[in-house]
């Protein structure tokens, strides 16, 4: 398997726009995160689904921000508008769930200007 | 409030040295607690995982720890490497519920010096 793919790898946008941020993950892995980290905060829970159906969305920061997984390989997180204070570094994880660990993607790195 | 707290100052040992990473939490009941390294420019990467019911955990150079009475967890890095240099952090899992809901320290920089 080639991991929990991400992309884009680098999102620069302005102030305003729609992000849309893409998120593959492991295949058999019940369980799909969004993260978002930065220096101030570090990894922060955003939100998170269970065999495709969102399961807690308290950590999304604002109406700005949804997220969807229309199926078991795929999930989007999308910001609109964006703003700058949204510049952070997007992680995407899967899991089987249970007493196993998280499997990262290797991140968006976005930025608003 | 929960909160969970690594050491914020950066880790220097010397190679060859055994490192001794610090996660402590409070108000929280974590069923599990997993450490990750993370690599600049990469996401976290799963190391171990042990359970509220076990002392001690061991994987090749790496061994942790988790009192639960003291509400601590200690992650050994023995025979440190200069590329064991990366940033550890620490995930508690409250396993409640049946679904999972991990929280992650800030992580701790642990620069091994050769």
């Known amino acids: 398997d080639a991991g929990v793919i991400q992309s884009p790898r680098h999102e620069v946008t302005e102030m305003g726009q729609e992000v849309t941020l893409r998120c593959k993950p492991i295949s058999g892995h019940d369980y799909l995160f969004w993260y978002r980290q930065t220096m101030m905060r570090g990894l922060e829970l955003l939100i998170y689904f269970n065999n495709n159906v969102p399961i807690d969305d308290s950590g999304m920061p604002e109406d700005r921000f949804s997220a969807k997984m229309p199926n078991a390989s795929f999930s989007t997180l999308k910001i609109q508008p964006s703003e700058p204070r949204d510049s952070a570094v997007y992680f995407c994880?899967?899991?089987?769930?249970?007493?196993?660990?998280?499997?990262f993607g290797s991140g968006t790195r976005l930025t608003v200007v | 409030s929960q909160k969970i707290e690594q050491n914020s100052e950066a880790l220097n040992i010397q190679e060859g040295k055994t490192a001794t990473l610090t996660c402590n939490y409070t108000?929280?009941?974590?069923?599990?607690l997993q450490w990750y390294r993370q690599d600049p420019g990469r996401g976290p990467v799963f190391l171990l995982l042990?359970?509220?019911?076990?002392k001690e955990k061991r994987k090749e150079r790496l061994k942790v720890t988790f009192d639960t009475t003291l509400k601590q967890s200690l992650f050994h890095i023995t025979a440190s490497q200069p590329a064991d240099s990366a940033t550890y952090l620490c995930?508690?899992?409250?396993?409640?519920?049946?679904?999972?809901?991990?929280?992650f320290g800030t992580g701790t920089k642990l620069q091994v010096i050769p």
């Open positions: 108000n929280y009941s974590p069923a599990y």
């Open positions: 994880a899967s899991s089987l769930g249970g007493a196993s660990g998280y499997t």
């Open positions: 995930a508690l899992d409250p396993d409640s519920g049946g679904y999972q809901k991990v929280t």
């Open positions: 042990i359970r509220e019911n076990e």
